[in-house]
């Protein structure tokens, strides 16, 4: 398999056109990358910034084939888009364009129906939209923006390949991805230590241009030339390992970025189960205390 290229997710995504199959192909096309998922997501809000509302409208059908369909592989996607769909809500909402609300309304109404995100996450995105923090009904076909009804096989349709039984939320922690990390930690840090020597040692001759004046002869010419162009292809290898490098560094701070995340995420869910256990608690105590009383 070909290694993730932002370059052309970029042009994929300047392509992207509002029809399933369109849709459906760069979602599994996407899905293909999961351990590049944190640089998906990072293109992907960078271009939402870029374009037109009715463009968000296409890129938020492929943000929801993705989250729904890439559930079974791992949570990656699930984390790393919650760290971003809050801002997409409020360029959603800075747009003015009551076709891109109305898409991005109905597409929250349907992650929570299917419990693709906790409730709470889901509330706090609709606020940015003016909605209030209530409950929504279930989606009917009047609620749906017009758009839809030339791309309904992607909302109305059960998502693919999508597992039964709950699915990772945001407020569990979660291990797989730490795991994933701490992986990648180690095989950084390995890599590390067997640097040196890497980089290719370059003869005076090839460093210095004015060598090329003390050339005398044919045969002296070619074989500068062919040292030139052995080190030439051991630099561009070199080149080759630093830039995998670079990515795998890359990927690991959007890891630790979405471990981040997730570990707030995790805290204000026990914080707020803490705070109604002590409430509970407060209550029982003054009940008990009640009791007490009138038994004596």
């Known amino acids: 398999m070909a290694s993730f290229s932002r370059a052309v997710f970029v042009q994929k995504l300047s392509e992207l056109r509002i029809s399933q199959k369109s849709i459906v192909s760069l979602s599994r096309w996407v899905l293909e990358f999961r351990q590049n998922a944190g640089s998906v997501v990072t293109v992907w809000l960078q271009q939402f910034r870029l374009v037109t509302p009715g463009r968000k409208i296409i890129f938020l059908y492929l943000a929801n084939d993705v989250l729904q369909n890439g559930r079974r592989g791992g ?19 800075r747009s003015r364009d009551e076709a891109c609300k109305a898409c991005f309304r109905t597409l929250l109404d349907i992650w929570q129906e299917r419990k693709v995100y906790i409730d709470e996450f889901i509330q706090n ?27 309904g096989a992607i909302q109305e349709s059960e998502p693919r390949s999508v597992p039964e039984g709950p699915s990772p939320q945001p407020s569990i922690l979660n291990l797989p991805l730490i795991e994933k990390m701490i992986r990648a930690l180690q095989n950084l840090q390995q890599s590390a230590s067997g640097d040196t020597g890497e980089m290719p040692t370059l003869p005076p001759e090839v460093q ?9 002869g ?29 990515d795998d560094q890359h990927n690991l701070i959007e890891m630790l970025l979405a471990c981040t ?30 009791l007490v009383d009138i038994s004596t």
Do not use: H
């Open 218 to 246: 044919t045969s002296e010419a070619k074989n500068l030339t062919e040292l030139m162009e052995k080190k030439c292809t051991s630099l561009l290898e070199y080149s080759s390992v630093l830039v995998r490098k670079i």
């Open 75 to 93: 949570p990656e996607f699930l984390i790393l888009f919650a760290t971003v769909l809050r801002e997409a809500a409020r360029l959603v909402a």
């Open 125 to 151: 995105l609709r606020l940015p939209l003016g909605e209030p923090q209530t409950l929504p009904p279930t989606v009917t076909e009047e609620q749906r923006p017009p758009e839809k009804q030339t791309f």
């Open 261 to 290: 995340q997730n570990q707030y995420e995790v805290l204000v869910e026990k914080e707020k189960k803490y705070e109604e256990s002590k409430k509970k608690y407060q209550e029982a105590t003054q009940i008990l205390q009640c």
């Open 208 to 216: 210095d241009a004015s060598f090329v004046k003390r050339v005398a």
